[in-house]
């Protein structure tokens, strides 16, 4: 299915990929920024090899002023003609001989800035406790930014190693990803530093980080590990530490291979579009994904840092020592770290029950991937604005989902195998996805490929209908969607089933890969679920006796098993396969629910239903929060017992948050302000888990003195979680003037712009300030557009689902302003716009009645 694009599409990579006539092994680099001027000066030479006669070198270089350049052989050096190829990315040298094939070495001189959008080399400013600004210089390489810093063959196949020397300024640190070889004083104020040689990876690891850093001591990690931050900060790394010396130990056990580079480095940017990124032996992080006050922050919180840590960590082996060879692989890069962020977490924690929260991303990729307009997880990509769009849900949450479901399938064992066998035999290396599969067909003897083909090459995913037989089940497969629409596709289904027969508990595992099948369990079905353990990339829909019987016996079901079959029979609802009332009827089974993510699927639903009711309903959506999460609530009260777990924990914070927001509980938003100011007044006695929560109903129900107490709160927090908290506080309240200071705050300067997209995708969600927001995007959309990292300005826009009297508004803006990486993706908002408001229209007239019911 793939290949169905043939010749041109070979053609048109043809026009993005450089010419194979020569080949870079080793790059020595030097480079001085000039944090002051923000711009850089650099050199290199680097070892090539021309395969054949050439009278021209072709390269990747983008916004760089290129000196000089000559290459070098024996002694004797031939100058060339530059030509600066600014719409291709690229720049070409000219020589008035053809060059004979064999090794040489190329000289570059060139220049650059340090710009202020989070790629390539870049600027990162920040003010201290005492209101000093200082200047950082950093990097952002993925996918094709290296070529803002230097010339180079920027593609993740051409892998070289790099020798590299930074002068700075003698009073700031400097990180590069091998440790340090050695330092001397320039004597003008200025230092050289020199780095270890990096193995052989790909441009886009590489890193450079200039500024006034502090860092811990380095823990052994297999390797020394540090934590890097601007100074003032380092009673917030113990956290990340932990984590961070965990998990990468328990890879390197995992894989079977030692840490392939000389040190580690985790480093906090103040300003950073993602959430962090590989380099290797030195990587970078947005700060609240890996600075905390690990006695303060909320166990939420907390697992953020240890996800994203734990991923980046996973990617030293799987990405940077083996790496995809084109950007249609970034999938598997990406789905693996996941995956496998998941595995070290769940390993450090356990009691966290790290696989079962991801239930919760697994649903939300598949509320993208019921969509028509999704796509399959890998595809061929041409240029590389169509691979940083990859970067996305169905990449990272879909993807490590049916490496879950492989692996579950094949065991963990066998897995692990055929993960050590691949990374053993590729390392230093490229490959393809079918490399991969490869390497687990060896370990364990399953059609593997065929298998995981219908998963990866196929777009959206398929619904299982259930209903019972004369000793069994009868199941068919569909592909699933929101908005109707046919398609034959057919996937290889690991169906995973527990049941009870008039025998007795019977479980089975069935490969299904026809459109129907029957399943003998040897006995009448008295109730039957399928998808055991959740860890299926497939939805389940149940005939009315089979889920009838399962309501009934919920006792039986595991919280996992039970957390799919809310979030199944939700997505039903949205599909229009059932109706409204009949979800609502099984919510309120679940009042005496204890699990943490069964509720957040119930809430989940409640808060699609606040966004898409009437105004004049919303108090009768409120009464139906209160009866259905009520009692859970006041079981768990408002103080933390001895001897309670984690969750149950975080899981109070959950259930008040939404009794005091959208079930607008008045009881509960008293007393949320009485406990705030008791905790103000000793913030050591605050709960952790129930801090978030308070301060999300005192701006529901908040009023401009609030307001303003959260906006000081923001700038003067102490803690990146603390500060994130209150910024997006100020999204929450429901006045229109305080919602329009909000606003105002995204481009006036009060806010960084990594931040800023993701305040107005807030603002957009909330029913108070919905339209309002709408209209300052499209009063604002230049200088947003100028102003935001591109890969922001996409999930900013996701938040248009909620703008449903707009619709043919959103659609007409969007066809006369094109969002850079948003073309699949906007079609997919838009199209989830359509989905809220077919939903509307089948339920809305009697939505009070429904709910009332
Ligand atoms: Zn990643």
Not at 366 to 390: K, N, Q, Y
Not at 435 to 460: C, H, N, T, Y
Not at 504 to 518: A, D
Not at 528 to 545: I, S, T
Request: proline share 4%.
């Amino acid at each position: 299915m793939r290949d169905q694009e043939g010749a041109s599409a070979n053609q048109q990579i043809q026009d993005y990929r450089l010419p194979k006539n020569v080949k870079p092994s080793r790059y020595e680099l030097r480079l001085e920024p000039d944090l002051k001027a923000f711009v850089f000066k650099g050199e290199e030479s680097v070892a090539i090899t021309v395969v054949e006669p050439s009278q021209e070198i072709v390269f990747n270089a983008l916004e760089l002023e290129i000196d000089a350049a000559s290459v070098e052989r024996s002694g004797r050096s031939v100058k060339a003609i530059v030509r600066l190829e600014p719409a291709k990315e690229r720049a070409q040298l000219n020589f008035s001989e053809p060059l004979a094939p064999g090794e040489y070495t190329l000289k570059i001189r060139f220049r650059g800035i340090l710009n202020d959008k989070l790629h390539g080399f870049y600027r990162s400013q920040y003010t201290d406790a005492a209101g000093k600004d200082h200047v950082a210089a950093t990097t952002q390489f993925e996918s094709t930014d290296a070529r803002r810093a230097f010339p180079c063959w920027d593609e993740p196949e051409l892998k070289a190693s790099y020798k590299v020397t930074l002068v700075v300024d003698e009073n700031l640190a400097a990180i590069s990803n091998g440790g340090q070889e050695s330092e001397r004083k320039l004597g003008n104020g200025k230092k050289e530093v020199i780095f270890k040689e990096t193995i052989a990876m790909s441009t886009y690891l590489v890193a450079f980080i200039v500024g006034e850093f502090d860092a811990t001591a380095p823990v052994d990690a297999g390797t020394p590990l540090r934590i890097v931050h601007v100074p003032g900060k380092a009673g917030l790394t113990e956290w990340a530490k932990q984590i961070g010396a965990f998990s990468l130990k328990y890879f390197a056990n995992y894989y079977g291979l030692a840490y392939p580079g000389d040190k580690l480095d985790l480093i906090a940017i103040p300003d950073f579009a993602s959430g962090a990124m590989e380099n290797l032996g030195a990587i970078t992080f947005r700060e609240t994904a890996l600075l905390a006050d690990d006695k303060a922050a909320s166990r939420a919180e907390l697992e953020r840092v240890a996800d994203v840590v734990s991923h980046e960590n996973a990617h030293m082996w799987f990405g940077d020592l083996v790496t995809m060879r084109w950007w249609n692989g970034i999938w598997l890069n990406e789905a693996f770290a996941t995956f496998m962020e998941m595995l070290a977490v769940d390993a450090w924690k356990p009691e966290w029950k790290r696989w079962e929260s991801f239930s919760v991303s697994r649903a939300a990729a598949m509320a993208v991937d019921g969509l028509r307009s999704t796509r399959p997880i890998e595809f061929t990509v041409h240029s590389p604005e169509e691979c940083r769009a990859m970067f996305d849900i169905l990449t990272y949450e879909k993807g490590a989902a049916v490496l879950r479901m492989l692996e579950q399938f094949l065991r963990p064992d066998v897995f692990r195998e055929g993960i050590r066998g691949y990374l053993k035999k590729h390392q230093f290396d490229n490959t393809e996805t079918s490399d991969l599969w490869d390497a687990l067909e060896a370990a364990s003897r399953e059609p593997v490929r065929k298998m995981m083909d219908s998963w990866i090459f196929q777009p959206g995913f398929p619904i299982v209908d259930a209903a019972t037989s004369a000793n069994g089940l009868k199941l068919s497969q569909r592909r699933f969607f929101y908005l109707k629409d046919d398609s034959n596709q057919l996937w290889h289904i690991p169906v995973m089933i527990r049941a009870r027969t008039d025998q007795g508990i019977v479980t089975r595992k069935v490969l299904m890969t026809e459109r129907e099948t029957t399943v003998d369990l040897g006995g009448k079905v008295d109730w039957a679920f399928l998808n055991e353990g959740g860890h299926g990339f497939y939805r389940v829909h149940y005939a009315p006796e089979l889920l009838a019987a399962l309501t009934r016996n919920l006792a039986e079901l595991r919280p996992i098993e039970r957390f799919g079959l809310v979030s199944d029979t939700w997505a039903a609802t949205v599909a229009g396969l059932g109706p409204l009332s009949e979800f609502l009827k099984m919510a309120r089974l679940f009042t005496n629910e204890t699990d943490l993510n069964v509720w957040r699927a119930i809430i989940g639903a409640f808060n699609y239903l606040d966004m898409i009711t009437a105004d004049s309903d919303r108090p009768a959506l409120a009464a139906a929060v209160r009866a259905t999460v009520g009692l859970a609530a006041a079981r768990l009260g408002w103080e933390a017992k001895p001897g309670e777990s984690e969750l149950d924990r975080q899981l109070r914070g959950v259930l008040i948050a939404t009794l005091g927001t959208i079930g607008d509980d008045k009881e509960v938003q008293k007393q949320a302000a009485t406990l705030y100011a008791r905790f103000e007044d000793s913030p050591d006695k605050a709960d952790r888990d129930l801090g978030p929560a308070l301060v999300s109903i005192l701006a529901h129900a908040g009023d401009a003195k609030r307001y303003d107490e959260f906006k000081r709160k923001f700038k003067s927090a102490r803690t990146p979680q603390e500060e994130q908290r209150y910024l997006f506080s100020l999204t929450g309240f429901r006045d229109p003037g305080l919602l329009r200071a909000t606003m105002d705050m995204t481009l006036d300067g009060q806010v960084r712009t990594q931040n800023s997209p993701y305040l107005m995708h807030s603002l957009l969600l909330n029913t108070a300030s919905r339209y309002q927001a709408w209209d300052f995007i499209r009063k604002n959309w230049e200088e947003m557009t100028r102003k935001y990292p591109d890969s922001a300005l996409p999930r900013m826009c996701e938040a248009v689902v909620a703008l449903l009297d707009r619709e043919d508004e959103v659609k007409n803006f969007f066809q006369t302003h094109r969002v850079r990486l948003g073309a699949k993706i906007i079609d997919q908002h838009l199209e989830r716009l359509a989905v809220a408001i077919a939903f509307r229209k089948r339920e809305g007239a009697k939505f009070a009645a429904t709910l009332a019911a």
